[in-house]
């Protein structure tokens, strides 16, 4: 398929799809329980644990329950004593939210953390290098499964693709039916393909990727590719390259 062609494709799904209907649970995916709350912590927490199966996503994160931001530690802990997540045990989760709940208690935003980084040169990752490191500083607790929520604090050359925290940002920082646009300090331009390993595959299937590997410099990859489609916004064709993955249309 030409890249004329794949063009034509994207800008078509990507229109079609921009609408509350496409998610659903027959349709399910986790930015669907992030806009029930339209917080940029709640939709945090949807982000981090949007790995696995989809509908194991979803079924985990209803059963959480999202105002235990605005309660004391203790019932945080208490509430949270039974529930898990693959790789993440009960404590892991308890100090998760016990992380965010110190955020929140600091009068902090995620956006300001985040945009300390990002405003020196408009580099997303430098937002991201800042603000996990806010988060790991302000909970001591460390574990495998509470690591690997977070993430590491990416390194001046990354090599991860940091998707579950990519497509954190594009929900907080694009504004259409489906993301959630609760940021206003960060450009649309700026920002990096959420890829995952069924994005990766098709983006080369399509002729967007030539990079063999999995990894940061397929991210950029993709978003030059979907620049040369849309410049100022180039991260609304994520959502259509992942729905036509997921069907299997190619």
């Known amino acids: 398929m030409t890249f004329e062609k794949v063009a034509k494709l994207l800008k078509e799904e990507s229109f079609k ?31 981090l644990f949007a790995y696995g199966n989809v509908q194991a996503i979803i079924k985990f994160l209803e059963s959480l329950d999202f105002s235990l931001l605005e309660k004391d530690e203790i019932s945080i802990t208490q509430t949270l004593s039974q529930h898990y997540y693959r790789f993440q045990t009960s404590q892991d989760i308890q100090q998760f939210f016990l992380t965010c709940k110190r955020a929140k208690a600091q009068s902090a935003t995620l956006e300001s953390i985040f945009l300390e980084g990002y405003r020196k040169s408009h580099n997303v990752m430098d937002g991201l290098r800042g603000l996990i490191a806010f988060l790991y500083d302000i909970n001591p607790y460390r574990s495998r499964g509470y690591e690997f929520l977070l993430g590491k604090i990416p390194a001046t050359i990354p090599t991860s693709p940091y998707k579950r925290w990519h497509m954190y940002l594009r929900w907080m920082v694009r504004k259409d039916h489906l993301d959630l646009g609760l940021w206003s300090g960060v450009e649309s331009k700026d920002l990096l393909v959420p890829l995952d390993t069924h994005t990766f595959a098709l983006g080369k299937k399509l002729g967007l990727i030539q990079r063999k590997s999995y990894d940061f410099k397929a991210v950029l990859e993709l978003t030059e590719s979907f620049k040369k489609l849309d410049h100022n916004d180039p991260i609304k064709y994520d959502f259509a390259l992942y729905r036509l993955g997921q069907e299997r249309r190619f």
Do not use: Q
């Open 17 to 47: 799809r921009n609408h509350l209907e496409e998610i659903s649970l027959e349709r399910p995916d986790p930015l669907m329980v992030a806009s029930k709350h339209k917080d940029e912590f709640s939709a945090l927490i949807c982000a």
